[in-house]
């Protein structure tokens, strides 16, 4: 029955065209805008390698990640999304938009 989940599962990743080193690679999900707000999918993870997937809704907004060995930004100005493979040390991480940091901002630990 293993075997059959298996095989299931690689076929499956193979069809999709999706590597299989990505396969389980979890993915975190922040936006800014398009009004004034900024947010992320978790408020708490576990160490690891993650992808985050930003999407800047607003050209007066970016969005901005900063924590243990990390400092990533989305311009201000430009709309979109940005994708990011980072690795997730324990701390706090922070996001903010930077020209609205007072009141656009979030945060989230990595355990």
């Not at 989940?5 to 299989?20: F, H, I, K, R």
């Not at 999900?29 to 004034?36: A, L, Q, R």
């Not at 947010?39 to 997937?53: E, P, R, W």
């Not at 940005?82 to 997730?88: A, D, G, V």
Request: net charge positive; proline share 5%.
């Amino acid at each position: 029955m293993k075997l059959v989940a298996v095989a299931a599962t690689a076929a499956l990743v193979g069809v999709l065209g999706v590597p299989a080193a990505l396969a389980g690679t979890p993915t975190l999900n922040g936006t800014d805008g398009p009004g004034f707000t900024i947010t992320l999918s978790s408020k708490s993870v576990k160490a690891g390698s993650y992808t985050i997937t930003v999407k800047d809704k607003s050209n007066i907004h970016n969005f901005h990640l900063t924590g243990p060995g990390v400092n990533k930004k989305t311009s201000v100005g430009g709309q979109g999304t940005s994708t990011w493979k980072l690795k997730l040390k324990k701390g706090t991480y922070k996001f903010v938009c930077d020209p609205h940091k007072s009141f656009m901002k979030g945060s989230f630990t990595v355990s």
